[in-house]
Structures are given as C-alpha cells and as structure tokens.
C-alpha cells in the first residue's frame, strides 16, 4: 500500500524549533518530488515547500523562507522539515504529499500522509 | 489581492450539479496555467480530484468519479470544478491549486453542503 506518516509534531515554545519526518512506503520513494503542506486549525490549505526527487530544486513559501529547511534521504525512503524560529503563525496540521507524476516537477498532490499536529505556544 | 479566490460557500441539492469556480488575480490569465482541484472531508487529508489545462489537457485522478470534471471560463478568468448528479458524499472542503511563481498556490476553499 503506498502511504505516507509524518511525525515529530508536538508543542513548542515561541522561537523554538522542531523537526518533522515523513516516512513513505510502497512506492518508489527516490524517484517522486515531495511537498510539505499545512493546515492552521479551521483554515484554510498553505503549501510550505517543495523538494524535486534528487534534491536538486527546493522550493519554500515567503512565509517560511529563512527559518525552515526541506530534506530528504532517499536511501531511507524520509522527508524532513526542519522548523526554526517558530511563531504562533506556524500552528498547523502539516501534511507530507507527493507529487503524482515521477520524474516530473509540477503535478498534482496524489498522495498525502493524516499530518502531524504543531502547536507554537 | 490573493492570486486564488474561491467562494467561501456553496450550497446544492441532491442530485443537481455544483460548479465551483476559482477566480484568478487579475493580470493573471487562466489559459495559461493547469488548475489542480482537491476535495478534503472533516478530519481528513485531501484527496486529489484532478487537473484541468484545456479540454485536451486535463486528467481525473485515479479512482475519482467521472461525475467530478473541470473545465474554464476564460471571460471569468476562473476554473471551474463541475460536480454532477450531487451525493450527500460530496459534501467537503474543495481547494484549488496552481503553480505560480516558483511556488504553489491554494485558494482559499469552499465548503460545499448538499442539503
């Protein structure tokens, strides 16, 4: 079954950092551009960043550019976000997802993990 | 102005169509992008509907029902998600996408109630 599980969510502190992973399964993780979306409570969807399948292209919102850091370790099959700097703001459900063509950049998002709550406080 | 606008609500009976539309900025020109469509249900991820470039060049994602389809209205400058023949099911959250200046953009969403 392909599937995706985020974890390392949890309460921080204001100006505190945390460190989220995704880890994929049943599919050929190394081959898939990855994506970091979040969900603040009652809100809307906010896409995060981006990662291409080798790493090579990484891309972030203006809103986190600066204080997170997107990863991947394909020999593990693992997505990471690294938060820093963290703010109210950043209270959400954060969501792991892959892009639905491999070897392709810009897709949909076919495939997404239940997320990981983060709560700044 | 957000680059994505879609309204915050949509209300719809059982067994008609709902178009939900997703307005793009002005200066902006939906003929030139791929609008991606997500439907999320209450304490769920989204799932991912399909995409929609032109009438040639669109795609419904893998198990998605052929009642959800997508088209544009170029005088709008929107894309528009068609759901036919309404389930109680369909009611959710429905999210638009696309790929705008080296990164992502979601509208804001509408929730759509079948009453």
């Known amino acids: 079954e392909v599937q995706l599980e985020e974890s390392g969510g949890g309460l921080v502190k204001p100006g505190g950092s945390l460190r989220l992973s995704c880890a994929a399964s049943g599919f050929t993780f190394s081959i898939y551009s990855m994506n970091w979306v979040r969900q603040a409570p009652g809100k809307g969807l906010e896409w995060v960043s981006s990662?291409?399948?080798?790493?090579?292209?990484?891309y972030y919102a203006d809103s986190v550019k600066g204080r997170f850091t997107i990863s991947r370790d394909n020999a593990n099959n693992s997505l990471y976000l690294q938060m820093n700097s963290l703010s109210a703001d950043d209270t959400a459900v954060y969501y792991c997802a892959r892009v639905a063509t491999r070897t392709v950049w810009v897709d949909g998002f076919d495939i997404w993990g239940q997320g990981t709550m983060v709560t700044v406080s | 102005q957000a680059v994505l606008t879609q309204p915050v609500s949509l209300s719809a009976s059982p067994g008609t169509s709902a178009s939900l539309t997703c307005t793009l900025r002005?200066?902006?020109?939906?003929?030139?992008?791929?609008i991606y469509w997500y439907q999320q249900k209450p304490g769920s991820p989204p799932q991912y509907l399909l995409k929609y470039k032109s009438d040639s060049d669109n795609h419904r994602d893998s198990g998605v029902p052929s009642r959800f389809s997508g088209s544009k209205d170029a005088s709008a400058n929107a894309g528009i998600l068609l759901i036919s023949g309404l389930q109680a099911e369909d009611e959710a959250d429905y999210y638009c996408?696309?790929?705008?200046?080296?990164?992502?953009?979601f509208g804001g969403g509408t929730k759509l109630t079948v009453l």
């Open positions: 996408m696309l790929w705008h200046s080296s990164g992502w953009v």
């Open positions: 002005s200066g902006i020109s939906v003929g030139t992008y791929i």
């Open positions: 990662i291409s399948s080798s790493s090579n292209y990484i």
